[in-house]
């Protein structure tokens, strides 16, 4: 997936005569995916537990209006308003959690109805009018920059961490690592050191990093620590490769169920908030269609539709994907109505490609 991005950015970069890849392009670009990169990343956890979530572009939007509604309409100040509109996502995932994980209704039915109680509750607060606009300070504290130097600071952080965590990791495994081993990482360290001089330059040429960016990547960093390193996140791999060994095995597999949905409604809450930020303002339609980009975006990077198989990283790259291919798309003036074609389609391959791997493994 990383060589088709890759590919879609060449192939975009000559159909815009260099503008796709301008550093206030990319950081548009990386700004609009964070916000579906995030909810890829939960929704990655859901999906590898072997359930899904129908619920999530309805739930951010209505997360989106509340705030809207207690800033413009109620007259509350910014941090109660977060610190609120976090309450009633987390409230949103005990409801659909406890449905799955403990009344024993399919994910697909909870989250569908979600989907629709969701967007009806957020029309009924409404009334088909769109809010807006939200307190300055609200506006700022998520559409903000860092400085530059602090920026290039955090990506050639970023860089050493990732590297070194990789490396370190490969070497471990290998135990004796062969000269092929030790090129391989010399290779790709290589390779991404230039990936990464190219974002501290996007970052640097324009106006810094974006807020939300940087709330994406430590997201995105916690919960991939969190599905390799902690005994939770195992389970999830656990129930969702083998639900009857996991159970044997003495897995609770309602409660990791439940806190899985749980975690999902904080992601609500911080995709809503961040999205009414950056339109400074809640139309009744908010988050439409952000469910599928997420769960496309998931699937994309490689995450199995059957359960068990999953990355963090991969669902990032997959969201980049997803955008790239609307953004690039939309600087050459294509109508939305084929974005959502090629997407589609992009998600018809990856899955048959999935389910081919599969097939090919067992043989």
Do not use: C
């Not at 749980?262 to 269609?289: D, E, K, T």
């Amino acid at each position: 997936m990383a060589l088709v991005l890759l590919a879609i950015w060449i192939f975009f970069e000559i159909g815009t005569d260099g503008l796709f890849l301008s550093s206030a392009n990319m950081t548009n670009l990386l700004r609009q995916a964070s916000l579906v990169g995030i909810l890829a990343v939960g929704m990655v956890l859901v999906i590898v537990s072997g359930h899904i979530d129908l619920s999530a572009g309805s739930a951010v939007g209505l997360t989106a209006i509340v705030a809207a509604e207690l800033q413009i309409n109620q007259g509350m100040s910014t941090v109660p308003t977060i610190l609120l509109v976090i309450l009633i996502g987390l409230a949103m995932g005990v409801w659909q959690g406890f449905w799955i994980a403990y009344a024993g209704v399919p994910s697909f039915v909870v989250t569908l109805a979600g989907l629709l109680a969701f967007r009806g509750i957020a029309l009924v607060i409404t009334k088909g009018f769109t809010f807006a606009p939200f307190h300055d300070s609200f506006v700022k504290v998520f559409q903000s920059f860092l400085e530059i130097g602090v920026s290039v600071a955090l990506v050639a952080v970023a860089y050493v961490l990732y590297v070194g965590g990789t490396t370190w990791e490969r070497l471990r495994l290998a135990g004796r690592p062969s000269r092929s081993t030790i090129a391989s990482i010399v290779l790709g360290a290589l390779v991404l050191a230039g990936a990464f001089v190219y974002l501290g330059w996007v970052f640097a040429d324009n106006r810094g990093m974006p807020i939300p960016i940087l709330i994406a990547a430590a997201i995105a960093a916690a919960l991939a620590f969190t599905a390799r390193r902690t005994r939770f996140g195992r389970h999830l791999y656990a129930i969702g490769g083998n639900r009857e060994a996991a159970r044997l095995s003495g897995i609770n597999i309602a409660r990791n169920t439940f806190l899985v949905f749980v975690l999902m409604g904080g992601l609500y809450a911080v995709v809503g908030i961040l999205l009414g930020a950056r339109l400074n303002s809640a139309p009744p339609n908010a988050g439409f269609f952000m469910e599928l980009d997420a769960i496309a975006a998931a699937v994309i990077g490689g995450t199995s539709l059957m359960g068990g198989t999953g990355t963090i990283g991969g669902a990032l790259v997959g969201a980049l994907l997803v955008q790239s291919i609307a953004n690039g798309m939309s600087l050459e003036n294509i109508q939305s109505d084929y974005q959502l074609i090629v997407t589609g389609m992009l998600l018809i391959v990856a899955v048959y490609i999935d389910m081919a791997t599969k097939r090919r493994r067992r043989g």
